[in-house]
C-alpha cells in the first residue's frame, strides 16, 4: 500500500463547479498536510497547508480528518485556470511524502 | 535573483555513462532534498540534506549519490545511469524551523526540474 494514495483522475470539470478531492494517507504518526499544485511540465508549488480545523483560502478549502487518515481539497467556482495536477502530501519526521496527484481539468 | 536553479535542463546520455545534476540555491535555506517523479508514482524522494556535510537516503537512493560541502549546493550523481533511471529530477530547499529542532514549515521550493534520458 503506498503511504500517500490520490485518486489520479482525471476530473474533467465545467467553469464554475464544485470539485472535491481525496486523499488518504497510512502513517498514523504523521505531523502536517498540504496540497501542492503542479503545472503541465513545471515544479510543484504550495497551494495551502491543511490544519485540523480546517481552512479556507479564497475557493479553495482544506480539510483533515486524523482518525480516518485522509484529507480533502474543495474548489469552488473553478476556473480554466484552476487546471493542474493537485499533489497531496503528508510530512513524516523531516521528510515529506507525496501522493502521485489528482488532475484536474476545466473546460469552458 | 533569489531562487533555486538546477542544470542541466535537458540531458541525454548512454547507458553507464556518469552524470552529475546540480542544484544551487540563493535563501541559505538548511534543508535540500531530490526527487524524481515519473507517472504513477509521483515525487519520490532520492536524498535529503539538513545541513553541509550532513546528508541521508530518501526511499530510493540506489544508484544515487549526493554531496553538500556547501549550503548552497546539493549535486546529485549518477555514477553508472541505467535506463531505469530515466525521469524528471525535482532539486527543492526548505527553511529550518525556527523552535531550533528538525523541524520546518514544509513549504518545499522546487527548482524547474532536469529532465534526463538514458538511452
Known amino acids: 500500500r503506498k503511504e500517500v494514495e490520490q485518486d489520479p483522475g482525471p476530473f474533467n470539470v465545467p467553469e464554475g463547479a464544485t470539485v472535491a478531492f481525496n486523499c488518504t494517507y497510512s502513517?498514523?504518526?504523521?505531523?502536517?498536510f498540504f496540497w501542492y499544485r503542479q503545472d503541465c511540465r513545471k515544479e510543484p508549488k504550495l497551494l495551502m497547508s491543511?490544519?485540523?480545523s480546517g481552512n479556507e483560502d479564497g475557493r479553495f478549502t482544506a480539510q483533515l480528518n486524523r482518525a480516518s487518515q485522509y484529507i480533502s481539497l474543495l474548489i469552488r467556482d473553478s476556473k480554466l485556470s484552476d487546471s493542474a495536477t493537485y499533489l497531496c502530501?503528508?510530512?513524516?519526521?523531516?521528510?515529506?511524502?507525496f501522493g502521485a496527484g489528482t488532475i484536474l481539468r476545466v473546460k469552458s | 535573483d533569489a531562487g533555486i536553479t538546477q542544470s542541466p535542463r535537458y540531458k541525454i546520455t548512454e547507458t553507464g555513462r556518469q552524470v552529475t545534476l546540480m542544484c544551487h540555491q540563493t535563501?541559505?535555506?538548511?534543508?535540500m532534498f531530490w526527487y524524481r517523479q515519473d507517472l504513477g508514482h509521483g515525487l519520490r524522494l532520492i536524498y535529503y540534506?539538513?545541513?553541509?556535510?550532513?546528508?541521508d537516503k530518501g526511499e530510493v537512493p540506489d544508484g544515487y549519490v549526493v554531496s553538500r560541502s556547501k549550503t548552497e549546493n546539493f549535486p546529485l550523481t549518477l555514477e553508472s545511469a541505467t535506463r531505469s533511471q530515466t525521469s524528471v529530477y525535482f532539486c527543492?530547499?526548505?527553511?529550518?524551523?525556527?523552535?531550533?529542532?528538525?523541524?520546518?514549515?514544509?513549504?518545499?521550493?522546487f527548482g524547474e526540474g532536469s529532465r534526463l534520458t538514458v538511452l
Open positions: 527543492a530547499s526548505s527553511e529550518f524551523g525556527t523552535s531550533g529542532r528538525v523541524a520546518f514549515a514544509g513549504e518545499l521550493f
Open positions: 502513517n498514523s504518526a504523521s505531523q502536517s
Open positions: 491543511v490544519y485540523s
Open positions: 502530501v503528508v510530512r513524516q519526521g523531516n521528510k515529506l511524502v
Open positions: 535563501w541559505s535555506h538548511s534543508y
Open positions: 540534506s539538513a545541513a553541509a556535510d550532513i546528508t
